[in-house]
């Protein structure tokens, strides 16, 4: 079952309708391990300095733990917290056994290695995807913690009836956290634990020829942009009939009202026209991150994944 809308030609994907399906799956497991006498999950995340969008993502992810019945905290850290004092807290958290999960949540200020911060954080709990011991088993298509905004367009694609077997895939934007993994989902073999896409992936990036961009783009049945440069995919680069996934998260003045407002990267009125399927921004793979966090939260309470 899936939602969608129409506008002009492109079926629009409504990623709050999708979320909240999962929302609702996690809350239904919750409140029958509860009912059965287990405690509620609980996710811990850990946030370094005051970005103001990172205040925004927490709070949105605390609103879903709610809902759900995840129990929730956040730790606020002063911006000048030094690295061993930020290490301190993460292993700290690891060897409470009252939290299940555990997210610190990115950018960290530039005097910490992100890097390190990652690994600290133990695998088991690493609700997040980024030890370097979940990303190794994620890329060797084992059973792990996908970082929740991949594992939120995959989820936005299979619910959505979208076929990736066989299919050509552009993925414009190779960070460690979003690009990459989405393109190992979408060409990995679906038969093994992660249940990949068994597509045709191309990797295009910053220094891909701008004129090159659309040799690439013009044959793909999926393209996913997360590059965070408004308009980077416009209806001239796209095939008839293609589905759109636009990850990209942009603020921008309207020339219209002077106010700000949140765009993608995808030129969204005049691509929808030519698509065939298409995320808005907002309220299309925003809300599926948070969701699969609450998943990914359910899972480490629940053991699922074996690290012995």
Known sequence: MFSVCRLAAAKIIDGVALAKEIKDEVKLEIDQLVAAGGRHPMLTVVLVGEDP??????KNKMKACTYTGI???SIFLPAETTESELLKTIDDLNN?????????????PDHITERKVCNAVAPHKDVDGFNVINVGRFCSDQMTFIPATPAGVMEMIRRTGIETFGKNAVVCGRSKNVGMPLAMLLHADGKYETNAGDATT?????YTPPEQLPVFTKTADIVVVATGIPKLITADI??????IIDVGINRIKD???GKTKLVGDVDFEEVSKKAGYITPVPGGVGPMTVAMLTKNTLMAYKKEINFD
């Open 53 to 58: 969008a990172s205040q925004t993502y927490i």
């Open 71 to 73: 129990e929730s905290r």
């Open 96 to 108: 409470d056994d009252s939290v299940d999960g555990i997210l610190v949540q990115l950018p960290v």
């Open 202 to 206: 191309t990797i295009c990036h910053r």
């Open 238 to 243: 796209i095939k008839e009939g293609a589905t």
């Open 255 to 257: 020339e219209k009202t």
